[in-house]
Structures are given as structure tokens and as C-alpha cells.
């Protein structure tokens, strides 16, 4: 079974600094991907950044990374330079392998707010 | 990435009643997913749509209450049947291929009064 945690219910930051979202994720497959979506209030699940686990090197999507540290099981999401418009309901997820390739478990997720 | 309308955005409906909510792709796809966002919760997998087969369905989730049709790589429907108060939810579809990155749906934002 596949377990995703996000600790921080909630979170602030001034506009213009930078962020770190938690996650931590727990699975018994080799073979796994992670997932960042960011849900704005019209409830939309918009795609922001991905993560093989057998990636190399930490995702980079534009103002979005992902620090990625496998040994710890740890995927958190750091956005950098905030604006007004990341303030959002932010998702971690989980793919594993085989029969369940496709299929998403989701953390209960962070609200974060970018104060002006 | 692939360009996924999903109708209706929105409903505002009577109990008992059921509503059926469309997912169209641009392009084919191998899998469609199609997931429930009770109020204030994160998302939980209601089933996977399969093409030309009977939809898988997780546990906690019924043919007979969310009958769902996929008769092409590119269309899907989810119906959410005899609706009551706690059906009122927040319904996504979402689309995908093997080892690639999974996108959703606008989601329709559902009310049952």
C-alpha cells in the first residue's frame, strides 16, 4: 500500500520569498513516481512538477522544484520568488508500479497563502 | 500535455436525480481515471475507465451508483446516479499513459440539494 503525508495544514509566506512544502511518502515498490498539483479555489487540478524514482537529479519546473531525497522518502516542493496567484490548495502524490502504474494516492494537502 | 474538457463545470441538483459528466481528450489515451474531492478532503480514486471493457472500480465504489462508459481512447462518462446530499463533491477525470505524467480535468463542481 502506498502512504503519502503532508504535515503543514496550512502555511504563509511574504510574496517574493521562497517556500518548501512538505512530503513524505511511503511504498514498498521500486519503481515509483511523485506529483505536485496545485488547486486554486475553481477547484482545477493543475499539474506542476514530476519526479521518477529513479531520476537523478531533483525536477525543475520554471519558479517550481522538487528536492527529492530518496532515502528518506522525502519529495518536498519548494517554489521560489511567491506571487499573489500561488496561493492554492498544493497536493502530493504518489504513482507506483505495475497494476497500479497509473493510479494516484493523494496526501490531505497544504494551503498555502502569499501574503502581499 | 494533453487538452482534457470535462462538462459540465458545475450542477446544482435534486436528490434523487442523477448526472452524468463528460471527459473528452484530444488525444487517445491509454487510461482514464476518474476521481471524488469530498468537501474540504483530498481526492480519492473512484474508478478506472477501460476501453471496451467494465470499469475497475475501488473499494467503497459501486457499478449501480457510478455507472461510467469509455467507448473510445478519447471520451468518458461518469454518471453519479440517485444523488443525495453527501454525493456533493468536487468529480475530476484524469488522463495518462505509461510512465508519463498524469493531467486532470477542470473537475465539476457538484451540489445536491
Excluded: H
Excluded at chain 1, 496550512?10 to 512538505?22: H, I, P, R, S, W
Excluded at chain 1, 521518477?52 to 520568488?81: C, H, P
Excluded at chain 2, 476518474?34 to 467494465?54: C, D, H, K, M, V
Amino acid at each position: 500500500a502506498q502512504k503519502i503525508t503532508q504535515t503543514q495544514p496550512g502555511m504563509f509566506v511574504q510574496e517574493k520569498e521562497a517556500v518548501t512544502l512538505d512530503c513524505t511518502y511511503d511504498t514498498s515498490d521500486q519503481s515509483y513516481g511523485l506529483f505536485w498539483y496545485k488547486q486554486p479555489s475553481s477547484g482545477e487540478m493543475i499539474f506542476l512538477i514530476y519526479q521518477g524514482s529513479y531520476d537523478e537529479q531533483n525536477a525543475t519546473e520554471g519558479r517550481y522544484s522538487l528536492n527529492f531525497q530518496k532515502a528518506r522518502k522525502s519529495a518536498n516542493l519548494v517554489i521560489s520568488a511567491s506571487q499573489l496567484g500561488d496561493s492554492a490548495m498544493y497536493f502530493c502524490a504518489m504513482r507506483g508500479s505495475g497494476g497500479s502504474n497509473y493510479k494516484l494516492t493523494f496526501g490531505k494537502g497544504t494551503l498555502l497563502t502569499v501574503n502581499p | 500535455s494533453a487538452v482534457i474538457s470535462q462538462k459540465p463545470s458545475r450542477d446544482i441538483c435534486q436528490r434523487g436525480t442523477s448526472l452524468t459528466i463528460q471527459c473528452q481528450v484530444d488525444s487517445q489515451v491509454t487510461m482514464m481515471f476518474w476521481y471524488r474531492q469530498q468537501p474540504g478532503q483530498s481526492l480519492t480514486l473512484i474508478a478506472t475507465a477501460n476501453q471496451g471493457s467494465e470499469a475497475t472500480y475501488e473499494s467503497g465504489f459501486v457499478i449501480d451508483k457510478f455507472p461510467i462508459s469509455r467507448p473510445n481512447l478519447t471520451f468518458s462518462t461518469l454518471t453519479v446516479s440517485n444523488m443525495s446530499p453527501e454525493d456533493s463533491s468536487i468529480y475530476l477525470c484524469s488522463v495518462g499513459r505509461a510512465n508519463e505524467k498524469l493531467f486532470f480535468g477542470s473537475g465539476t463542481q457538484l451540489s445536491v440539494l
